[in-house]
């Protein structure tokens, strides 16, 4: 990845403008003229490429300024260095003396020129007759150390219309945000470049940790090196001539989605190396300009495009945002591999797997219970245990505790709870009419001693969730609910799934069933085993596949005035729709979300799940609104500060699940329901649009659902990838649909970056140490794709739907 950070590195060198004009205007006088000798050299390393070595070999022969020296080093193929020596037995041909690859090829090259300049070609590069006429008479100032040229991309066959112009460092080239004219660089690119040779006897020449390696597709090996020799020569400078010009030829294999991001995933792991090696400032500082600055610019400019009339516009806008995701997924995955190994140290020792936790559920008007470590998977005991902390009903928080051999006492539990969860449960008390706790003991919660004291040791009878002054109610007639539930028929907790539905504490609702996959019969059978002697339950069908589909199916059978939704493989709590329809709390309400748990954590798989953020959000109300947040309490609201640098409202998931979700079902028709063009994430789109639409979303931990975990490590790696699926797509879609969001989004696109990537964001913070770093890797590269899905599928609809 060649990035130029432009005339702004002049910042770096000591010298003045006017000390500089020698430099950068290669026809400015010179006090005295030295002729200068070159020697480039050309590395090539398959007989394939035969054609393309010829005509590089041949357009430096043609040279308007002849070099001194032609080297052609071979890369570990001895029938070709015998090709080459028979065709052109007038040029220096060595074998590579180094491992394979190109940085070693190069270095052979280096050793054997005699120019005070060297230059390097690519195989498959032509020169221009005047390529080197450009190059050397900038070396007139002895402060110059290399000095680098444009190449233009030859395409084997057309461009394609989906590569965006900022991106054409994938395939070799010179790219959007380079310098226009002559200018001082942080590096040169690899194909048309020259050094002074003095300068790279002082180093070791490129690093052969980096640099391609046969059709291996990394790089970064002149960024390095430039970075060292400016380290070596502080006051040095490296330029860029754009009037040096090669064309790089292109084959069809480097013009497809696959070769994009095998390249942009090995230039991240090639730049977390650089990094390692000359320093995060060093490494990335271009890049952080690139990013901030000429990324934004270009999907903005593919986003005009497509108001222009070309659709391509929206998919080169996605393969930007791609470009990037998948470049920083490699950058992290390279770190991780770093962090987790020592360089020349013994083998890494494998990380053990997190303990399996028992899930549980107290409620403290019950008394406190002992939990014992037994019957964990396959006869294991369970060492720890997540702990959802109840008072009357209402979820005060989790509560993470480790359970010793034999497990842990109900009076260890309860100093547990205490410790953590206090002010909740004195905060809850208080609304009670009740004062703060005294002590917290194994007996209920709620009732007094004789002193008036709050007591939790107790011989007084527990206090009913019913008895509740907390609890809040409806106001009014409960409104009929319409309980949508998508099923394909393939999951096994379907039926339990049912159940809990129609055990709900909810006077007025029905449950419709929609078929996603008709040809499957279990659905229908289950649906009519359960139906008879219940008519809340009744069945539907929707044979285009696709959840989003299936869930606006639903939303037209609905007959009630809420619409809530269920996934297919969750059990709720009694009251989940009590709570959900006591969210609706003012009329500018037109969703609320719910607190999704896990029914177990068994394995790693789904232990990591959790780590990641799952799918419950906590157990604060919270209210969402464009303009911010607030956390309720009973007692009012508490509106929270966003700091400046915020990603909000952008950050979707922050909303809630879409297994467990309710809507006014006239705001949610107005809003068109369900986007099918989304692959994943068509329930953080609805969310999203509900917010930017000038509607207000509320989050009611106290609508609980439990939901069963995938137990394997491919299902979660399957997981990971669908969210960052999911949100890249409803990303592009407000990118290509929203102006406002548009603008908001572009000037937040460095910090989303940092967001997604820093482990002590509020998106990594939960993660622990073992946390598989393929899984953040899966959710970037997921992310990076997102846009190309949605591009797609929004070029195959033809039309656009906010």
Known sequence: MTIHAGSAATSNASSSTSELVSVLDP?????????????????????????????????????????????????????????VRATFPELTIVPSTGPRGLSAARNTGLAQASGEIVAFLDDDAEAEPDWLARLLPHYRDERVLAVGGHAVPAWEEERPRWLPAEFDWVVGCSFTGQPTEVAPVRNVIGCNMSFRRSVLDRTAGFDPALGRVGRTPVGCEETELCIRIRQLEPDGVVLYEPAARVRHRVTVDRATWRYFRQRCFSEGRSKAVVARLVGSDAGLATERTYTRRTLPAGVRRGLRQVRGGDRAGLLRSGAIVAGLLVTAA?????QALRASQAVGGPAPRRTANPVPARVLTVELAEGMPDVPDSGGPDGTRYGGAQVLVRLHGQPLGLVDVALPAGGLTAPALAAAIRARLSAAIDEHLRHDGLPPLDRLGPGPVGATDSAGEVSLAGAAAPVGAGSCPSGRSAVG????????????????????TLDSLAALDYPRYEIVVVDNAPQVADTARIVAERATGNPRLRRTSEPRPGVAHARNRGLTEARGEIVAFADDDVIVDRGWLRSLVNGFTDDDVAGVTGQVLARELDTPSQIWLEQYGGYGKGCQRRRFERAGFATLYEGGARRVDLPAPTLYPYLPGSYGSGANMAFRTDALRQLGGFDPRLRSGEDIDVLLRTVLAGHALTYEPGALVWHTHRREL?????????????????????????????????????????????????????????????????????????????????????????
């Open 330 to 334: 490699g950058y992290v995955s390279a």
């Open 477 to 496: 007639p409960a409104p009929f609910v319409s309980v949508v539930v998508p099923t394909c028929g393939r999951t096994p907790r379907f039926a339990a």
């Open 27 to 83: 026809e400015a006088p010179a006090g005295h003229e030295v002729a200068l000798t070159v020697t480039v050299v050309i590395c090539v390393y398959t007989e394939r490429r035969w054609p393309q070595i010829v005509r590089a070999v041949r357009s430096v022969l043609a040279q308007d300024v002849p070099a001194a020296q032609v080297v052609v080093v071979v890369d570990h193929n001895p029938a070709l260095l015998e090709r």
């Open 714 to 802: 491919r299902a979660l790696r399957r997981t990971m990838y669908r969210y960052g699926v999911g949100l890249g797509a409803v990303l592009t879609k407000c990118l290509a649909t929203d102006p406002t969001a548009r603008r908001e989004l572009l000037g937040r696109l460095p910090r989303g970056v940092a967001y997604a990537l820093r482990p002590g964001s509020e998106k990594n913070g939960r993660k622990q140490e073992g946390y598989p770093a393929s899984l953040t890797a899966l959710e970037l590269c997921g992310l990076a794709l997102g846009p190309a899905y949605y591009a797609a599928a929004a070029a195959r609809s033809g039309r656009s739907r906010t």
